[in-house]
Nanobody, 125 residues
Framework: EVQLVESGGGFVQAGGSLRLSCETS????????IGWFRQAPGKEREGVAY????????LYEDAVKGRFIISSDNDKNTVYLQMNSLKPEDTAVYYC??????????????????WGQGTQVTVSS
């Protein structure tokens, strides 16, 4: 059974930091790309950052470039999202997702088929 379990969300003041974890199981981790997405109330879900598990190639959306860092621990089949300099507009439910990784294809074109349940991140001003 495929599982993606997010953790690490919480409440933080603007300028603070949080580290999210996405623990995965049930598939061959090295064959997949993992993405972090978020959805704020009343807004559509948007991509945040992506990583290829086999080579750690990564991509960030403009809204988080320079503030967020995505990384993977292949021994633990876990992907992390280090979030620094948080802003109130980062408030959202954060989800991780997995899709087959193609090293020669753009990461943002990954078809994410497995999803976690999400973790809430709230940033106060």
């Amino acid at each position: 059974e495929v599982q993606l379990v997010e953790s690490g969300g919480g409440f933080v003041q603007a300028g603070g930091s949080l580290r999210l974890s996405c623990e995965t199981s049930g598939f061959v981790f090295d064959n997949y790309a993992i993405g972090w997405f978020r959805q704020a109330p009343g807004k559509e879900r948007e991509g945040v950052a992506y990583i290829g598990a086999s080579d750690s190639r990564s991509l960030y959306e403009d809204a988080v470039k320079g503030r967020f860092i995505i990384s993977s621990d292949n021994d633990k089949n876990t992907v992390y999202l280090q979030m620094n300099s948080l802003k109130p507009e980062d408030t959202a439910v954060y989800y991780c997702a997995a899709g087959t990784y193609y090293p020669l294809r753009a990461l943002e074109d990954t078809v994410f088929v497995y999803w976690g349940q999400g973790t809430q991140v709230t940033v106060s001003s």
